[in-house]
């Protein structure tokens, strides 16, 4: 009778460890956390989008608190109501692919029309929509979309190689080819000047143009083999940038012509998505593993201070916006879920 009692003790005992090990390969294994002490917590709040396999992507925030977004696929630009927790869409035709939409200063909404080769503008109270098209068919993928606070939206076409920049007023379209082939320009803002800057994906360069006389510079990062994918700016005038191809966060800086880069936490980062806090912290999104991973650098200490993986997985977080009002991070995701990160102060 003992030595069954022993025996059955130590299988219970060894199934019990396997059990636990076998839990602990499928739990989420957050890349590179070890190395980040003191973590900020941020909370990841996540709504399944009603329209399936539809990539909801790029929100902006509008003024009455509304969460408006792209479903890339399924060509559409909704919105949605965080305090009822209630999904709205608008339906742009078949094929017109909408890759970004931004909310502009005077409540239009304004998306990227990217298979059809135009930008839209909806007026959100009775959902009339107008059609701005490319003057150059060679434009045929706007991309993504900033509004400069002078009256103009730049823009970018990614494999149609141009910046372009739309007359809000007038709707006239002013189309800037990228002197590099292929430079792919990708992610762009704008700084208080009105002054554009863009990641080029497909080489290893910034641009930003002169609004005054419409002269585009092009900007080489120190690595060749870099491939900047989105870009953000601080208060003290540094320009951000995540680099897809070889996982990294870098900075320039324009006074000085200066860049500085840091690894990012995982070997195989993918970093994508990005966008600045109030307190100039930069967050973006690791992309290649799965789950996502959603991390923040403090640029005062020039320290990641965060990493918490996408509860849905992701698959890819593409672009993220800062909303000051609720200090937030809102998302779209791959998964089919519009996201929330709420972060500390």
């Known amino acids: ?10 299988l219970r005992i060894g ?38 396999a539809s990539r909801p992507r790029d929100p902006a925030v509008a003024s009455d608190g509304r969460i408006w977004f792209v479903g890339q696929v399924g060509d559409y630009a909704a919105w949605f109501d965080p305090d009822k927790g209630s999904f709205e869409k608008i339906d742009l035709g078949a094929h017109t692919g909408p890759h970004n ?46 509004e400069d606070g002078q009256g103009h939206i730049w823009f970018t076409v990614q494999h149609g190689n141009f910046i372009g920049r739309l007359h809000k007023k007038t709707q006239k379209v002013n189309l800037l080819p990228v002197p590099t082939r292929n430079a792919r320009p990708y992610g762009i803002i704008s700084d208080p000047q009105g002054r554009p800057w863009v990641a080029l994906l497909g080489t290893n ?31 003290d005038g540094n320009i951000w940038y995540v680099d897809n191809a070889q996982g990294y966060l870098g900075r320039y800086n324009p006074r ?4 500085r880069e840091w ?69 779209g995701t791959d998964t ?4 929330q990160a709420r972060l500390p102060d």
């Open 205 to 235: 360069k910034l641009a930003t143009v002169d609004p005054e006389n419409m002269k585009l510079s092009e900007i080489s990062l120190p690595r060749e083999d870099a491939r900047p994918r989105r870009i953000a700016r601080t208060s």
């Open 263 to 331: 690894k990012t936490p995982s070997e195989h980062g993918g970093p994508y998505a990005m966008a600045v806090d109030a307190s100039d912290r930069i967050w973006f999104v690791e992309t290649i593993p799965q789950p996502n991973l959603f991390v923040g650098f403090d640029t005062d200490s020039k320290e990641f201070i965060s990493l918490k993986a996408i509860p849905s997985g992701g698959g890819s977080v593409r672009h993220m916006v800062f909303d000051a009002a609720s200090n937030s991070i809102w998302f």
């Open 15 to 52: 199934l019990l460890v396997a059990v636990l090990a076998a839990l602990a390969l499928l739990a989420p294994q957050v890349a590179g956390a070890d190395s980040i002490k003191n973590q900020l917590q941020v909370e990841i709040q996540e709504w399944p989008v009603p329209w399936e």
């Open 256 to 259: 000085t012509g200066k860049f």
């Open 336 to 339: 089919g879920n519009l996201g």
């Open 101 to 146: 939409l931004i909310v502009g200063s005077e409540g239009y909404i304004w998306y990227a029309g990217n298979r059809d080769r135009h930008i839209g503008r909806i007026d959100p109270k009775t959902g009339e929509i107008l059609r701005i098209d490319m003057p150059e068919d060679a434009a045929k993928d706007p991309h993504t979309l900033i």
């Open 1 to 10: 009778m003992r030595s069954y009692f022993h025996q059955s003790s130590g």
